[in-house]
């Protein structure tokens, strides 16, 4: 079953524009971390926040968590191409399994 | 480059066949989970194997199990194959440092016709 639901399903934008995705989940979590997919592929770990922190950056990537909401966003600025990609959020909340939502589709436009 | 290689990358099976996916975790990670994702869909949790022991089953039925060996590299074993099983099978490995992070191979897709 799916524990987070990621927010839009997908979204397209031009280059140079702010990428916005937002995950709702259920149950309480130890954390919460945003990994990327190409095309099918492998998924690649972009962040983690740990459930008493409230905001982490990396680079271009801004994540916000608030656990009185069971949500969170991950905030992309600059966006460029090689940002296209599916993003899902994923839960951890024992013996270190993840529970992922089912993604937004990202299309940043040259 | 994760470190973490699965194989094959593609395989094509019939309904009833018996199936068997591996992966080579990254140097040092004792912990390796598997993941079944279908299309349009987030990943789902299989299993997890910590120290070559079962360490975290999902809503998976006993058709599907799991192997993993003293050098940490893992299998996946499904049998009985139903057309529902087709799907990209996922490995992810994670470490003794930072257990939280999972390392993921590219994938083995599995079609089952």
């Known amino acids: 079953s799916q524990q987070g639901e990621e927010d839009p399903q997908a979204l397209s934008i031009q280059e140079g524009e702010n990428a916005t995705m937002n995950c709702s989940y259920k149950t309480s979590i130890n954390n919460l971390q945003w990994y990327r997919q190409n095309s099918g592929r492998g998924l690649v770990h972009l962040i983690l926040i740990r459930s008493n922190e409230r905001e982490k950056h990396s680079g271009r990537l801004r994540v916000t968590l608030d656990t009185s909401k069971k949500s969170s966003s991950l905030l992309i600025t600059a966006s460029r191409a090689a940002d296209t990609a599916s993003y899902f959020c994923a839960t951890e909340s024992s013996n270190y399994k993840l529970t992922f939502g089912k993604g937004t589709l990202l299309t940043v436009n040259p | 480059e994760t470190g973490v290689t699965q194989s094959p990358t593609h395989l094509i099976k019939t309904r009833g066949q018996q199936v068997t996916l591996r992966c080579s975790s990254q140097?040092?990670?004792?912990?390796v989970s598997w993941y079944q994702q279908a299309l349009g869909q987030g990943p789902q949790f299989i299993f997890q194997?910590?120290?070559?022991?079962?360490?975290g089953r999902g809503n998976f039925p006993p058709r599907f199990s799991g192997l993993q060996f003293p050098n940490y590299s893992s299998e996946l074993n499904v049998n009985a194959l139903e057309l529902d099983d087709s799907a990209l099978y996922l490995c992810?490995?994670?470490?003794?440092?930072?257990?939280?992070?999972?390392?993921f191979g590219a994938g083995t897709r599995l079609s089952v016709l």
């Open positions: 140097s040092g990670h004792n912990t």
């Open positions: 194997y910590y120290r070559e022991e079962e360490n």
């Open positions: 992810a490995s994670s470490g003794i440092l930072a257990k939280n992070i999972q390392y």
